[in-house]
């Protein structure tokens, strides 16, 4: 066994299981008082931040923070401390000072200037291991010992190393193959901690296309629509996948659709294919005369709708309809699509589920594992898209990093 457990330094020891955004955060927030270890099973870190840059990385949002914090429905009580002592300013100025300028786009996203996560991670780390933090790759944590050493699988056999404090920042279960899998749940299980069934957040879902459909319009994005459900629209952008929806306007309204799902519900979308234009000023530019015009000419010159919008009307609303103006008005602006199932989890953005916050103390000690504390997207709380997810996975690992500082100079 290659045992990793010897203890050279005065200094209090520190574990980081999981090496994300969460995990380096608190890596960071430890390492003036601790020798900081980090361990990955992966043979490198911050593999999912990394994936995060390719669509520009949303680090944060610049709305009013009080509107910020509602993002975060009921997990708000125990995020708002961590949120409102690391806002999105702060992690503006976090990503400033590691040489990476950030600007807010029109929909009040925040983005780096580069729109990708490799220079600010390439710098992150160069900084922690400047300050001292060590990196282990390659360790996939496997539960406790009997006498409470932390236990991994390496490439070169088990190992185990012991530790003053722990924080754990293992990640949801979405992208399985970056990482986070949710196969630390049975260790924790098996200490009484509660966590609750990890489900699809920010996901796309099925729908039973026709063969025409699929054949000419999957991979086709549907732009300025809105999408409507229970009461809320969406204004934005989805894409007609090979097996259903996804994109930034149905992510939005995901939870809401995955819980009536879950709830064996029959789920409608309402899509809206032209929401600048009401019903009658539709209705009175498609009752034009339209002489030898085709149909589809028709469609786009008097509606704006063609492509793979006019496929979907022709799809869901039938061909019978096109010829009543005033029908084909109201069917452009309330065309059902009716759901079957979410995307698994591992093709979502990210994961509902995870550790009870009930499990948790206000500094993110697992109220059962004394000196052991949690962050990240591992705890259950949900948020949408627009940079709320590494909003809170940043401030929770900055906010368990000091929680674990603190414990460590009591103890
Ligand atoms: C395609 C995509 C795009 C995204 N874009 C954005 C975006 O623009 N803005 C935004 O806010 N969020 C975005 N997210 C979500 C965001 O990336 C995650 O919420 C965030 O990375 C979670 O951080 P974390 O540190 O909690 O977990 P992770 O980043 O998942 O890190 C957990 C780490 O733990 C390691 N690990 C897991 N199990 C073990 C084990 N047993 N032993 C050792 N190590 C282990 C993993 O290898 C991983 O490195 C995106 C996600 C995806 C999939």
């Given at each position: 066994?290659?045992?990793?457990?010897?203890?050279?330094?005065?200094r209090p020891r520190a574990t980081i299981l999981g090496g994300g955004p969460a995990g380096l955060m608190a890596a960071e927030r430890l390492a003036r008082l601790a020798d900081v270890h980090v361990f990955d099973s992966m043979p490198s870190f911050g593999r999912?931040?990394?994936?995060?840059?390719?669509?520009?990385?949303?680090?944060?949002?610049?709305?009013?923070?009080?509107?910020?914090?509602?993002?975060?429905?009921?997990?708000?009580?125990?995020?708002?401390?961590?949120?409102?002592?690391?806002?999105?300013?702060?992690?503006?100025?976090?990503?400033?000072?590691?040489?990476?300028?950030?600007?807010?786009?029109?929909?009040?996203?925040?983005?780096?200037?580069?729109?990708?996560?490799?220079?600010?991670?390439?710098?992150?780390?160069?900084?922690?291991?400047?300050?001292?933090?060590?990196?282990?790759?390659?360790?996939?944590?496997?539960?406790?010992?009997?006498?409470?050493?932390?236990?991994?699988?390496?490439?070169?056999?088990?190992?185990?190393?012991?530790?003053?404090?722990?924080?754990?920042?293992?990640?949801?279960?979405?992208?399985?193959?970056?990482?986070?899998?949710?196969?630390?749940?049975?260790?924790?299980?098996?200490?009484?901690?509660?966590?609750?069934?990890?489900?699809?957040?920010?996901?796309?879902?099925?729908?039973?296309?026709?063969?025409?459909?699929?054949?000419?319009?999957?991979?086709?994005?549907?732009?300025?629509?809105?999408?409507?459900?229970?009461?809320?629209?969406?204004?934005?952008?989805?894409?007609?996948?090979?097996?259903?929806?996804?994109?930034?306007?149905?992510?939005?309204?995901?939870?809401?659709?995955?819980?009536?799902?879950?709830?064996?519900?029959?789920?409608?979308?309402?899509?809206?294919?032209?929401?600048?234009?009401?019903?009658?000023?539709?209705?009175?530019?498609?009752?034009?005369?339209?002489?030898?015009?085709?149909?589809?000419?028709?469609?786009?010159?008097?509606?704006?709708?063609?492509?793979?919008?006019?496929?979907?009307?022709?799809?869901?609303?039938?061909?019978?309809?096109?010829?009543?103006?005033?029908?084909?008005?109201?069917?452009?602006?309330?065309?059902?699509?009716?759901?079957?199932?979410?995307?698994?989890?591992?093709?979502?953005?990210?994961?509902?589920?995870?550790?009870?916050?009930?499990?948790?103390?206000?500094?993110?000690?697992l109220k059962k594992c004394a000196g052991v504390f949690a962050a990240g997207e591992m705890l259950d709380w949900e948020a949408p898209t627009g940079g709320y997810l590494l909003s809170a996975c940043l401030a929770t690992g900055r906010a368990a990093g000091e929680?674990?500082?603190?414990?460590?100079?009591?103890?």
């Open positions: 066994m290659n045992d990793t457990s010897e203890k050279s330094s005065p999912k931040f990394l994936l995060a840059g390719k669509s520009g990385l949303n680090i944060t949002h610049g709305e009013q923070l009080e509107a910020f914090l509602a993002r975060f429905g009921e997990a708000r009580t125990l995020l708002e401390p961590a949120l409102r002592a690391f806002p999105p300013n702060a992690i503006r100025d976090w990503a400033e000072a590691l040489g990476i300028e950030t600007f807010e786009g029109s929909s009040g996203r925040i983005f780096p200037v580069a729109m990708k996560a490799s220079p600010l991670l390439r710098a992150w780390l160069a900084r922690l291991r400047e300050s001292g933090v060590s990196f282990h790759a390659r360790h996939e944590w496997q539960g406790w010992t009997e006498d409470g050493a932390l236990r991994f699988g390496t490439p070169d056999g088990e190992a185990t190393f012991t530790a003053d404090v722990t924080v754990l920042a293992l990640g949801g279960a979405s992208w399985p193959r970056l990482g986070a899998d949710g196969s630390w749940t049975p260790f924790l299980s098996a200490r009484g901690v509660e966590t609750a069934p990890f489900r699809p957040a920010n996901c796309g879902f099925d729908i039973q296309w026709s063969e025409h459909l699929l054949d000419r319009f999957a991979g086709s994005p549907l732009k300025s629509i809105s999408l409507s459900f229970c009461g809320r629209t969406v204004k934005g952008d989805f894409v007609v996948t090979k097996t259903g929806i996804e994109g930034s306007a149905v992510y939005a309204l995901s939870a809401a659709l995955r819980d009536s799902l879950e709830a064996g519900a029959n789920t409608v979308l309402m899509l809206d294919l032209a929401p600048d234009r009401t019903l009658s000023q539709l209705a009175s530019a498609l009752s034009a005369p339209r002489g030898k015009t085709s149909l589809a000419n028709h469609l786009r010159k008097k509606a704006g709708i063609d492509g793979v919008k006019a496929a979907l009307l022709r799809e869901i609303a039938g061909k019978a309809l096109l010829d009543d103006p005033a029908k084909l008005a109201h069917a452009i602006k309330n065309l059902p699509l009716r759901l079957d199932r979410p995307r698994p989890i591992a093709e979502a953005i990210s994961v509902a589920g995870g550790i009870a916050l009930s499990e948790l103390d206000e500094s993110f000690m929680g674990a500082a603190r414990w460590l100079r009591r103890s």
